[in-house]
């Protein structure tokens, strides 16, 4: 059985920067797609951002490009999420998924991801 977990989440200002990251463990994931999503108060789960484990290929949602960077260590079975120029709208719970099956297509449905970590919260205050 997979496990993800994330890491990173804090109390930031405006402007900041910020890396999450999201371990794996219990299996490999190489062949996976893996997502970042965020969730904030009200609001439905959304994707931000995915890579292709094993190619490195990567999506991210249009409302977070040229702030959004993810990136995969292979050797430590880690994502990451780059988030720079923090903005209050980007407050919210962050969490990283994979599918079931192997799948090195990025999904960017919460409906299409099985594994999920339990989340890190992002707090931007102004």
């Known amino acids: 059985q997979g496990q993800l977990v994330e890491s990173g989440g804090g109390l930031m200002q405006v402007g900041d920067s910020l890396r999450l990251a999201c371990a794996a463990s219990?299996?490999?994931?190489?062949?996976?797609?893996i997502g970042w999503f965020r969730q904030a108060p009200g609001k439905e789960r959304e994707f931000v951002a995915g890579i292709s484990f094993k190619a490195g290929g990567t999506r991210s949602a249009d409302s977070v490009k040229g702030r959004f960077t993810i990136s995969r260590d292979k050797d430590k079975n880690t994502v990451s999420l780059q988030i720079d120029s923090l903005k209050p709208e980007d407050t919210a719970v962050y969490y990283c998924a994979a599918p079931g099956l192997s799948q090195t297509r990025i999904y960017t449905s919460a409906s299409d991801y099985y594994y999920w970590g339990p989340g890190t919260q992002v707090t931007v205050s102004s």
């Open positions: 219990g299996r490999s994931f190489a062949n996976y797609a």
